[in-house]
């Protein structure tokens, strides 16, 4: 069973219920549903509002839509994303630098979620907890004042569940492609529950096999005019680009598992579990708030595969629009939209591909990883020849081997410096930020110096973090796109909120994912932390003639 730090605990224990407006006062929703849609950027909201009908309709004509939304962190990467939506706590303070990060002491990269110590329950995967989580979440604030309240989380991804759960999350639930299950793990229970056993037994990824994912729409010129051409040099793999696309491999494949998640139809299936993990967990259906966070991961990687303006992730898209719509009609039946909180948000954004880039005339380009890593080894060698292992991981970012440099007797200053100048000399890096500047709190012009400080956690990030230039993909796939980057192409996404004390319309002051607990904490009468540069999202807030009291 799950267990949270004592001083943890002894934080949240400090926290109290406290009024939300003064005599002003919101009625408490039974059911707070936040929605984050993986890699959505912003201007998918913009770009295709012609063609919504469904759930992304009702959230653009009933919500209030934060048009300049921006993650205020460098890392702009899956697991950290979701570990702000509902925390709004930067990586810096809860540990969340990355999806994955190099462990000096154990001397391999660690998973953002893993955890030996607990054990996959409903199927095989890997054993994941909040473990590397520091601190605490809305969720967690949210049953230290109301036990009766329950805080569940589902997504096709173990991070985005996990991290939006919460340390005292009541249940998360993922997708593992080593069986095609959804599972849990021991950290929130003992066994697996009856309803998850009977959802597996089903099968439902299987029923996918042999089913191509065709345009939902008939008309083709319509993705012709919204998303451009259908095949586009540097999707993917370079070879299965073009509508429609097959699955590859069969069930009980691994391959098959995996492959189903670069269509639609892995957001269904998220669906399905999501309305019956509302159920067996009575979400909504008392007086006490509840919380289902639910992570769309399909868009992502969808995204990564066919890039930001392909037909794909247009349909992608479209089809999630009806999901949702589906997920709203369930919601009010079951509870009541007038009952129920929404918040939809996405962990970040992503690059366009660079094709497409190019065809615009922007200086975009790829490049591989092993250009960065030769450059700095020939200068390391060149520089301490006979020193082995001075690194200790790389890809991009850099860490050290701190011991090689101890036996060695080697100036860390100067080692920093060697491999910073070998890094700028490949012309694909546009800064490198060292423990000391981020550690630093001195002003700067730089403006990305900040973002990077936000994404700092020192026992855990790299010893030279590394800024490549804008419009650059570094990745050693032949096509395809990504994200990770603090640009504004990867730090905008959308925000919108949706219930009855929310006045719908579109707010243009800037704000971004570290607002949205605060926020959601001031509706429910918490007192909840902040960032120093966080607010609250007040404008949206009706009238105080409109506002039921509790």
């Known amino acids: 069973m799950k267990k949270i730090g ?4 002894l934080l949240i224990g400090t926290i109290v219920l406290s009024s939300a407006y003064g005599e002003q006062s919101v009625e408490k929703p039974k059911l707070i549903l936040v929605l984050s ?57 809860s540990g969340i630098v990355a999806n994955a990060w190099y462990d000096s002491f154990l001397k391999r990269t660690i998973n953002v979620v893993e955890d030996p110590v607990h054990s996959p329950l409903g199927g095989k995967g890997r054993g994941a907890s909040p473990v590397h989580f520091i601190g605490f979440t809305l969720g967690d604030v949210l049953k230290q004042q109301s036990p009766e309240s329950r ?6 991804k173990d991070r985005s569940a996990i991290l939006m759960a919460g340390p005292r999350g009541d249940a998360a639930y993922w997708y593992e492609t080593s069986g095609g299950n959804f599972i849990t793990s021991t950290y929130y229970m003992s066994e697996a529950p009856a309803w998850l056993e009977k959802w597996n037994s089903q099968r439902l990824p299987d029923q996918y096999a042999g089913k191509r ?18 095949a586009i040099e540097g999707e993917w793999d370079r070879k299965d680009i ?4 097959s699955i590859r491999g069969a069930p009980p494949e691994r391959e098959f598992y995996d492959d189903l998640r670069r269509t639609p139809f892995v957001d269904e299936m998220t669906l399905s579990v999501s309305l019956e993990a509302m159920k067996a967990h009575q979400l909504g259906q008392d007086d006490s708030t509840d919380i289902l966070a639910i992570g769309f991961s399909a868009t992502d990687v969808v995204g990564h595969t066919y890039g930001a303006e392909s037909q794909e992730v247009m349909d992608q898209l479209l089809r999630l629009d009806l999901i949702l719509e589906e997920l709203f009609e369930e919601v009010d039946a079951r509870v009541g939209l007038d009952h129920t909180l929404v918040v939809l948000t996405s962990d970040h954004g992503v690059l366009p591909l660079v094709e497409t880039l190019q065809a615009k005339g922007i200086e975009a380009r ?16 060149k520089k301490y ?39 700028l000399s490949t012309g694909l890096v546009e800064a490198v930020y060292t423990h ?17 400080r936000n994404s700092f956690f020192q026992p855990r990030s790299p010893h030279l973090a590394v800024l490549i230039k804008k419009y650059l993909y570094l990745d050693p796939r032949p096509g395809g796109t990504g994200h990770g980057t603090p640009y504004d192409y990867d730090r905008h996404v959308p925000i919108i909120f949706m219930g009855s004390a929310i006045e719908p319309g579109v707010y243009s002051d800037t704000c971004g994912p570290q607002d949205i607990a605060p926020t959601l904490a001031r509706l429910l009468g918490l007192d909840f932390p902040r960032e120093k540069d966080s607010r609250l999202l007040l404008e949206m807030i009706q009238s105080a003639s409109d506002i039921m009291d509790r």
């Open 151 to 156: 805080v569940v989380a589902v997504s096709l």
């Open 242 to 245: 073009v509508f429609p696309h």
């Open 37 to 93: 849609i993986d890699q959505m950027r912003f201007d998918y909201l913009t770009r295709f509002n012609d063609l919504y009908k469904g759930g992304f309709r009702t959230l653009l004509d009933q919500g209030a839509v934060f048009s300049e939304a921006y993650y205020n962190h460098a890392m702009t990467e899956t697991g950290p994303g979701h570990s702000v939506i509902l925390s709004g706590r930067y990586p810096r303070h």
């Open 366 to 381: 790829r490049a591989h990883p092993q250009v960065l890593e030769a450059a700095v080894g020939q200068a390391l060698e």
């Open 436 to 452: 000391s500047q981020l550690l630093s709190d001195k002003p700067s012009n730089d403006p990305y110096i900040e973002l990077f």
């Open 6 to 9: 004592v001083a943890v605990a």
């Open 385 to 423: 020849p006979g020193v082995e292992n001075l690194i200790a991981d790389s890809s991009r970012d850099i860490y050290l081997d701190e011991k090689v440099m101890q036996r060695h007797h080697l100036k860390r200053q100067e080692v920093e410096t060697t491999i910073i100048d070998a890094l």
């Open 213 to 230: 994912w065709e345009r939902l729409l008939e008309d083709e010129k319509l993705y012709e005019k919204y998303a451009g051409p259908d």
